[in-house]
């Protein structure tokens, strides 16, 4: 409703009780109720959720429309990320939040910090979702409420053209609120807690649920070793239990991302259920590594495969592990992804061990051979060394060309000299690209950096440390960081406004008219940065 119909229909919602609210200003109720678009989790869901699914649809029209997102520990981070793009691209348009279950396990667990392997409470990120949704409402209000103010001064001056300017930019106001790709790492637990927790993550605002098929109580993260997969059938049966808990909970776009970690997984906890050849248990047993036996060979305990006549016995490994054949991951990658599209995904996540879009493509090419319209989300890995993976692509680029690679040293390609040569400027021109140009041959809707704002806010702090308690002293402080806030604009230089002062000044205005004690008066410091 626009603001002037809102102001209206409260006008006439007071004058309905006859008196008993001459109290209640109807414009400031409006401002209240703008300022509180998003009532629910729910609300949240469902509107991020029908974005999403546009944005889909605008991608597999032009490739170049793909999205991105930065994962986010804390509402802080995802508000400030957001008003930072809104002030520098004026749009929240094709940009989404992250939640990175591994930033829950080393920042948000009540144990400390914990490795990415499903041991933090799993409430904690359904409450992250909470807090990151409530950090960006609160970054409507903010803005809205700067307007709000722009408004009175425009009135009490009579600049009618300043108060129309401004009206028609909270006409026109576009909401912090955006999609959400939330980590539901492996389920916690079985097909029923996935369902349970996804419940959860969806009352909380996420339309957008990320599970991946390692067994819960091995998880690890994507890119370590020692990844333990379940059958398809197992996975499956997960993906059906979030989208049930989308369609009970209303939001019938949610969409379901289903990511493999079977390129780096050489192990699974167990064998597949299989009732005939060529199902698809029997196609996630033919990548195991076995042997074939003689039943007078068999040993007590053995576990033994029938195939085409032929008794074979799986490796299984002390920890009652059994094994993939090597060179097989790629094969169940694409497996996997078919599977999953096929039963209820929208979207995949193929966790590979480096960023290289050929690599990528390959299998996509294969997967959209069978889904046509397959798309992916990307993990932009800070695990990856970016810099020498792209300086050695391009290094091998240059020996299969037959160029002179004499001054190059392929293994280390890090050191700095290299930073201004022929291939470090080509390796950064890649790495500028990459995004692009695998939305464009790779089939990626989305690019996502996992934990960047982990190593942004070490890194920060490693430098003001370094500068605060060595000698520039105060002036570390000075020059680092509220210089430059002043001179970029930054919004968290007034920080008591950026905590709510403003807005709770705004409503003791309303609640108690002219004998409010309002905290931003004169002698507030903060006046210093207008």
């Not at 369902?195 to 109580?217: F, P, R």
């Not at 209303?250 to 064998?271: C, H, N, P, W, Y």
């Not at 934990?451 to 605060?468: F, M, V």
Request: with cysteine; net charge negative.
């Amino acid at each position: 409703m626009a603001y002037t119909d809102q102001i209206r229909a409260n006008e006439q919602l007071v004058a309905s009780k006859q008196g008993r609210w001459t109290g209640i200003n109807p414009e400031s109720v409006a401002r209240m109720q703008l300022q509180n678009r998003f009532r629910t989790g729910l609300d949240i869901a469902r509107y991020t959720a029908k974005i999403m699914r546009e944005d889909m649809a605008a991608y597999d029209a032009d490739p170049s429309q793909y999205t991105q997102s930065l994962g986010c520990w804390h509402g802080f981070i995802a508000q400030q990320k957001m008003i930072a793009i809104k002030k520098h691209f004026g749009t929240t348009k094709r940009k989404y939040l992250y939640l990175s279950g591994w930033m829950v396990a080393a920042l948000r667990s009540e144990f400390g910090p914990l490795p990415d392997q499903s041991m933090h409470e799993k409430t904690s990120v359904p409450a992250l979702i909470e807090e990151l949704y409530t950090f960006l409402r609160q970054a409507d209000a903010r803005e809205l409420d700067l307007l709000f103010s722009g408004i009175d001064k425009a009135r009490a001056a009579g600049d009618t053209a300043k108060e129309q300017e401004l009206l028609g930019q909270v006409e026109n106001f576009q909401t912090h609120v955006v999609p959400i790709i939330a980590d539901i790492d492996a389920g916690f637990g079985n097909a029923e807690a996935t369902y349970l927790l996804a419940k959860k993550m969806i009352e909380a605002g996420a339309c957008a649920l990320q599970i991946e098929n390692q067994v819960s109580d091995e998880k690890q993260c994507g890119h370590q070793d020692g990844k333990v997969t379940v059958p398809h059938e197992d996975f499956l049966a997960k993906i059906r239990a979030c989208r049930y808990a989308f369609l009970e909970l209303g939001v019938e776009d949610g969409v379901i991302v289903t990511r493999t970690d079977s390129l780096g997984a050489g192990l699974t906890k167990q064998i597949a259920v299989s009732h005939e050849p060529g199902d698809i248990g029997d196609q996630y047993n033919s990548f195991l590594d076995c042997e074939e036996i003689d039943p007078a060979t068999a040993r007590n305990g053995d576990v033994i495969l029938n195939r085409n006549g032929k008794l074979l016995r799986p490796k299984r490994l002390p920890s009652n592990l059994f094994q993939f054949r090597e060179g097989t991951g790629e094969d169940r990658c694409v497996l996997d992804s078919i599977t999953s599209l096929q039963n209820g995904a929208d979207l995949l996540w193929i966790e590979t061990e480096k960023p290289h879009v050929e690599q990528i493509a390959g299998m996509m090419d294969r997967i959209r051979e069978v889904v046509p319209n397959a798309k992916l989300v990307y993990n932009n890995s800070p695990s990856f060394n970016w810099t020498l993976n792209f300086r050695q692509q391009v290094y091998d680029a240059m020996v299969k060309e037959g160029l002179d690679v004499s001054e190059y040293d392929r293994s280390a390609l890090m050191d700095a000299k290299y930073d201004d040569t022929e291939l470090g400027i080509a390796a950064d021109k890649r790495i500028r690209t990459f995004q692009a140009d695998g939305a464009r041959r790779a089939g990626i809707f989305h690019h996502l950096i996992t934990l960047p704002t982990y190593h942004t806010a070490a890194l920060s702090t490693d430098n003001l440390a370094k500068e605060y308690f060595g000698e520039a002293g105060m002036l570390g402080y000075v020059l680092g960081v509220q210089r430059q806030e002043i001179r970029q604009g930054i919004a968290c230089v007034k920080h008591q406004n950026m905590s709510g002062s403003d807005i709770g000044d705004a409503h003791k205005e309303y609640f108690a008219g002219e004998a409010a004690l309002k905290a931003g008066g004169v002698n507030n410091t903060m006046n210093q940065f207008s």
